[in-house]
């Protein structure tokens, strides 16, 4: 088998594969958890369940139509990307990264495009259920991103004599995540690391 076929193979599962995971424990987290819950497993790291309207880890600062349709363009283009770079013999570990990220993304896109077609909204205690198509909690687009990934690796009270911050909470690493976000922050630290003279050329 050609080395291009054998990527080509490769990537196309490993992408399918990301996407499918990524699915698997959000659809079990949504229809098996109300919102907020906790699920302590250590100290150091909880299942959370979250939903956000916005980017990675939570943040939320552009209109939701704008965000879903830049990452299908995003992704679009990644694809295109990475069909280009196995023609031209691109190495594993570049491969890797753009599938990483692309899969990512693909994943939580998934989540903005039908969740809101295919779920209900019930406040908690309530755990969400499936409903018919296109009668959920809210249009197409409009869905929200499923989070569960909590690690406060560093939990404590700043004293109350520091001046601003006095008698605060502080969490080190305090963002929710999930698969999708992971893979997506994986495959750009990955790129930056090993692979900056690529992206400098």
């Not at 990475?82 to 899969?103: D, E, F, P, Q, Y």
């Not at 687009?141 to 006095?166: A, H, Q």
């Amino acid at each position: 088998m050609r080395r291009e076929t054998k990527q080509a193979l490769s990537a196309s599962m490993l992408f399918l594969l990301i996407i499918l995971a990524d699915q698997i424990i959000k659809v079990a987290v949504k229809t098996h958890m109300y919102l907020h819950q906790s699920i302590h497993i250590t100290d150091w790291f909880q299942i959370l369940f979250t939903e956000n309207n916005g980017m990675a880890f939570g943040a939320e600062f552009l209109n939701k139509y704008f965000l879903t349709s830049f990452r299908i363009v995003a992704v679009s283009v990644l694809i295109y990307i990475i069909i280009r770079n196995i023609r031209r013999g691109v190495s594993w570990g570049l491969l890797l990264c753009l599938v990483l990220i692309t899969a990512g993304a693909a994943g939580n896109i998934i989540d903005c495009l039908f969740y809101g077609l295919i779920f209900n909204n019930p406040p908690a205690p309530i755990v969400a259920e499936f409903v018919p198509w296109g009668t959920g909690y809210e249009s197409l687009m409009m869905g929200r991103v499923v989070d569960m990934f909590y690690f406060p690796l560093v939990e404590f009270d700043w004293p109350s004599w520091i001046p601003m911050i006095g008698d605060k909470h502080f969490i080190f690493f305090s963002p929710i995540f999930n698969l999708a976000d992971a893979c997506i922050s994986c495959g750009i630290i990955a790129l930056l690391l090993f692979y900056r003279k690529i992206l400098q050329s």
